[in-house]
């Protein structure tokens, strides 16, 4: 019984004399009334009922227990189609579905043949008890003799004539003891017997993953690490969406596989053909790659789609989970310090396919654009190639890097000009620079027939700040622009349209390609055209072309961030699976100090080269200086090789320049070009010391 709890109060003012205490009363609080048993026995058996544990251990009990019922189903199911013509009668439905009728027609003539055959086995099967029979009694009547005649041979080698039944007694002593053997192993093999054959069905169901996707092992569930199997890649076309597809599957039945080649091991993931039923579209399927991908338990990145040559038909190329998050080996040019290059013949090192296969690439007579949003390895890519192509020795290179923030200072003493920074300025130097290019080929082309020329590189990365600028030079032509009257877009048309005939070639490097940052006719240029990741499909076009992404490149797929250094090249230069328009390449990384070290072992192969940083574009020059200048460390330098690089030193003064010229101002200083190894040449050490007569001259002539 509960009791009330008697308080005083006093309601007092303190200026109140009169205050009066009052006495409250409050009830106690109501006792809590405790939980049922049941209630607490229903949540304990729903606590253990739910646990992790006991779900786990439910799942496991129903998983090996259809295992086994459904491994007897399969081991059934393949007796009645080793039987029957159940498995004939599947393919031609199959191929009937996928419009198919020559394999239709194929596969019945095959489960004629197959009735045929069945046939006669059963007509067999009536004469077989009978000669069953004579074969027993002719085969038991000759095994006898057989013994009897050894019993004989016996008997007459022991004169022993009990000999002669010892043969046939062992034998049937020999027949007794197999009885007695079967009477022990009888018993325990009927009651073992079923185990084993439940072991046997448990072990098929297994194999084949036959139960529930809700009972399966978690990381089976997730998909991590599943193995590409027929069945997993027919039900994931299945579900991708396409209701003909999924119909003619439906059609199929169990045969769906049809559609598919032979899964092949490709690199870090496999890969295999899917012939489409009639009435689906390759595009139908290219479209849905990321719900294919999921379908496969893939990321989208882990699955390429691509066209091949036969009609009707994607290939599939699917990565095993994470490989492609994996990195790839160092570069052979940090690897191998005794690598050299070759122009011509040789193909430089680039990186990887998707199929783990060293990637590589010719560059002779082709002209190169890389392109792809910021900070996804674009000058890395580009870098890689011209430091390949620097370790042959007949290269040479004109470079402008509109970034300027050192990527390319390490070809400082290789190429023989190197403009390096973003201002308007910079493009201005960069764009008489390609046209001192221009030039240079055009005096190629004016050459006697059959003339060599070394190859002439000009490399002009963040092209974008070039096609950008606003500047315009004295006459009002603008630098940057598309238009007819752009200095650095028409200088680039030109090389394009020339150039590769005489070996200069235009390499360009851009960032997120617009038609304003990127012209046409500059992009479709380029013989080898390269795209890191990209924001959007029509970007994609612009930087590889209709054909190659209609074909099934996709750059604007790639991950930016995840996929740096990854390109998609659409090049003759580079070898392309048959039946593709396109590559994915995960490029080498090679970094600044490796790059650096690369660069001296291609420093060391040549005779010294004297890098321009700026183009002088002032009309008073002192040419033997300028000769002393390009010939730079070499004890001699040829004298077309000479003149190549005076016209590249300043077009302006020496462009027009022949041998004559070279020839009058090198005689007037007492430093006349000779013959060397048959080959006209200038020597440094008598130009050198034709400079410092000419100094000494001059200060005595002053005093």
Sequence with gaps: MSENVVRLQKDADPLDSTAVTTLTVVP????????????????????AVTHERTRSAGRAVARHGLYTFNGGRIVARRAWDGRTGARYERMIRAAEAAGNLEAAEE????????????????????????????????????????????????????????????????TIDFIALLIRIV?????????????????????????????????????????????????????????????????????????????????????CGVEVDVTLPSGVST????????????????????????????????????????????????????????????????????????????????????????????????????????????????????????????????????????????????????????????????????????TQFPPLIVLVDEAQVAFMCPAKDEDKRPYGGSKANSRYFMAVRKIHNQGRAVNVLMWQGTQDPTNENLPKLVREGAHTRASLALGTESQARMAL????????????????????????????????????????????????????????????????????HALDRGEDRDPLADIAAVIGDATRVRTKDVLARLTTRNPGRYGEWSFIDLKRVLDDAGAEPYKSDGVMVVSRDRVARALANRDTEGSASAS
């Design 107 to 170: 596969w019945e003539e095959r489960l004629s043949r197959f009735r045929a055959a069945r046939h006669h086995r059963r007509m067999d099967l009536l004469h077989s008890p009978v000669d069953a029979a004579k074969g027993v009694a002719v085969g038991a009547g000759m095994s006898i003799g057989v013994l009897v005649a050894l019993g004989v041979v016996m008997a007459i080698s022991t004169e022993d004539v009990g000999h002669v039944i010892t043969p046939l007694s062992a």
């Design 545 to 612: 072309g209709d054909k190659a992404v209609d074909g099934g490149a996709a750059p604007n797929l790639l991950r930016p961030g995840l996929d740096r250094g990854t390109l998609v090249v659409a090049s003759d230069g580079i070898t392309i699976p048959a039946g593709q328009s396109s590559i994915t390449v995960r490029t080498h990384y090679i970094d600044d100090d490796a790059a650096t070290a690369i660069t001296d072992r291609a420093k060391a192969l040549r005779d010294g080269v004297t890098t321009l």
């Design 283 to 450: 595009i139908e399927v290219q479209n849905r790659r990321r719900k294919l991908a999921e379908n496969l338990t893939r990321h989208e990145h882990e699955v390429f789609i691509t066209i091949p040559q036969a009609a009707r038909t994607v290939r599939l190329w699917i990565a095993d989970s994470g490989a492609l998050d994996e990195p790839i080996g160092p570069s052979p040019l940090v690897t191998d310090e005794t690598m050299t290059a070759d122009y011509k013949k040789g193909k430089a090192p680039w990186g990887q396919d998707l199929r783990g296969d060293a990637a590589a690439i010719s560059l002779y007579q082709r002209h190169l654009l890389i392109t792809g949003l910021s900070n996804q390895g674009k000058t890395v890519a580009l870098r890689s190639l011209a430091l390949w192509l620097s370790l042959d020795k007949s290269v040479q290179f004109l470079m402008g890097d509109l970034k300027g923030v050192g990527d390319w200072a390490m070809f400082d003493g290789l190429a023989t000009t190197l403009i390096q920074g973003p201002t308007d300025e910079h493009v201005i130097q960069v764009t008489e620079m390609v046209e001192s290019a221009v030039d240079e080929m055009n005096r190629r082309i004016q050459a006697p027939p059959g």
């Design 28 to 47: 106690d609080a109501p006792t809590t009334r405790p939980v049922p048993l049941w209630v607490r026995s229903g949540r304990a058996v729903k606590a």
């Design 183 to 267: 009477q022990i192993v009888w018993g325990p093999a009927v009651t073992i017997g079923p185990f084993l054959a439940l072991l046997a069905l448990w072990a098929v169901g297994r194999q084949q993953q036959a139960a529930p996707h809700w009972a399966l092992p978690a990381n089976v569930r997730s998909g991590e690490g599943e193995p590409i199997t027929p069945s997993i890649v027919v039900k994931a076309l299945r579900d991708l969406g396409v209701p003909a597809l999924a119909r003619a599957i439906k059609e199929m039945g169990d045969a769906g596989a049809s559609m598919l080649g032979p899964i092949t091991i490709a690199g």
